[in-house]
């Protein structure tokens, strides 16, 4: 069973940019797709980026588009979420994801979680 973990979070100003890390334990086939997820205090669990693993197709939010880019290192099982141009509206704890089949929006399509590396944006 893949197990995902986290990290890279922290408190940044307003402009910074972050580079956030997901480590796959296990085995990830090639059909995999790998996401993240950001969810605020209070806000539903949003969609923020998915790529597929054997396609390395994208997928991107509105709302991060052109400032967040998702990568992957196939030899490491990790996948990247590099955010560059942060805004207070970035604030939330960030979930890595893992589902077989394509890059999708919707987090119940997703079966495997991390546990979340909180990210806070300092005005």
């Known amino acids: 069973q893949v197990q995902l973990a986290e990290s890279g979070g922290g408190l940044v100003q307003v402009g910074d940019s972050l580079r956030l890390s997901c480590v796959a334990s296990?085995?990830?086939?090639?059909?995999?797709?790998r996401a993240w997820f950001r969810q605020a205090p209070g806000k539903e669990r949003e969609f923020v980026a998915a790529?597929?693993?054997?396609?390395?197709?994208?997928l991107y939010a509105d709302s991060v588009k052109g400032r967040f880019t998702i990568s992957r290192a196939n030899a490491r099982n990790t996948v990247y979420l590099q955010m560059n141009s942060l805004t207070p509206e970035d604030s939330a704890v960030y979930y890595c994801?893992?589902?077989?089949?394509?890059?999708?929006?919707?987090?119940?399509?997703?079966?495997?979680w991390g546990q979340g590396t909180p990210v806070t944006i300092s005005s």
């Open positions: 790529i597929s693993w054997s396609t390395m197709s994208t």
């Open positions: 994801a893992a589902r077989l089949g394509p890059c999708r929006e919707s987090p119940g399509l997703y079966d495997t």
């Open positions: 296990g085995r990830i086939f090639s059909g995999y797709t």
